[in-house]
């Protein structure tokens, strides 16, 4: 049985306890957040044996195998170096950092590490995501679309220290789902968007165009201008030789044309992803399998939204990387 500790009790600490609490193998065991508070509500919520304030009695405790690092994304990059100087196994809630350097610098310390250490990109691990990467595996273009209703303006996701708004915090789910679904390493990206509406000045809504090395191309939509009708907040198509799809209510309806034939197929599935990518977790740790969301996923996402911000600004194409 692993020893799960939860640092960061806000929303997500919440909901990777709830998963935690559903699966075989991993257990509920400690809750660290500055405010002792929350930490004590979800240890009693989720019958835990520590709360504490203080991250160093998190990685001092022999007891804990695997640390959830759920705190804003400013303090990522230094709770993972420590969990794993520590010698914790980690999942880290996406983006990886504000900035694409310190997700470099978590990357590289997820390398030389001999732990699993995975990035919170859930979208992947959807049941109609895995359904629509088998209807059409060998796309032609693929298409996704974030958009949210309007952040609050002191929602810290906006401020470009802590979060770095939400083209940067939602924005990596796209760029992700873009990446997996293309199936190949995204290339360059043109892009335009910019500062629409949200006070702290950081770039609120964009759209871009990416070519992958597989000649996949993509397009990203992602901003917080209202979730369109009909759509939801999330949307992907896919066009390949097999047919087209379209996947809408946050990725629970896939409806597929078959190529050729007259008559559509339409798929209802669950919003799955958490409970989905925390088996996938316990299993990379449990049974040294792959590890299917990990650190290099997680910086070639922040990679593709830091070259479409570079591109809006530039107004010229961007290398993602070489
Ligand atoms: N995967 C997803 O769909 C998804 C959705 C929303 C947010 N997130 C990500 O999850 C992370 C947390 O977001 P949230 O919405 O849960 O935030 P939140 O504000 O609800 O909770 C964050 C908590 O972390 C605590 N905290 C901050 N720094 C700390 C530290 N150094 N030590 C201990 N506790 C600390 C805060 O006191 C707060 O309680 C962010 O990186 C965010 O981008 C992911």
Not at 48 to 74: D, K, M, R, W
Not at 149 to 154: G, I, L, V, Y
């Amino acid at each position: 049985m692993l020893n799960a500790a939860i640092i960061g009790c806000g929303e997500m600490g919440r909901i990777h306890a709830e998963c935690i609490e559903k699966i075989d193998g991993i257990r509920n065991w400690a809750f660290c957040d500055l405010d002792l508070s929350r930490a004590e509500s979800l240890r009693d919520r989720f019958h835990g044996a520590l709360a504490t304030q203080y991250v160093s009695e998190i990685f001092s405790q022999p007891a804990i195998e695997v640390v959830y690092i759920t705190t804003q994304t400013n303090s990522h990059l230094s709770l993972t170096l420590a969990a794993l100087q520590a010698g914790k196994h980690v999942l880290i809630e996406k983006p990886l950092a504000v900035s694409l350097t310190e997700a470099m610098q978590i990357h590289q310390a997820a390398e030389q590490s001999n732990k699993v250490v995975m990035v919170g990109m859930k979208f992947r691990f959807y049941a109609l995501i895995q359904k629509a990467r088998r209807l059409i595996n060998n796309p032609f273009m693929v298409s996704v679309q974030v958009m949210d209703d309007p952040w609050p303006e002191h929602f810290w996701a906006n401020d470009p220290v802590i979060g770095g708004g939400n083209v940067v915090s939602q924005g990596v789910h796209g760029s992700d789902l873009l990446c997996y679904l293309a199936g190949g390493d995204p290339r360059q990206v043109f892009a335009s968007g910019a500062n629409y509406h949200q006070p702290t000045g950081v770039i609120d809504n964009l759209a871009a165009t990416f070519s992958f090395e597989n000649g996949v191309s993509g397009s990203l939509v992602v901003g917080d201008t209202g979730q369109p009708p009909a759509l939801g907040k999330f949307c992907v198509q896919m066009f390949g030789s097999e047919g087209s799809l379209l996947l809408t209510e946050r990725l629970t309806r896939l409806a597929f044309h078959p190529k050729g034939k007259a008559e559509n197929l339409e798929f209802h599935g669950e919003e799955d992803g958490f409970l989905q990518e925390n088996r996938a977790l316990i299993k990379s740790i449990l049974e040294n399998a792959p590890v299917p969301a990990s650190t290099w996923d997680g910086y070639m996402a922040q990679a593709m939204i830091d070259a479409a911000i570079r591109s809006l600004k530039s107004k010229k194409v961007e290398l993602v990387s070489e």
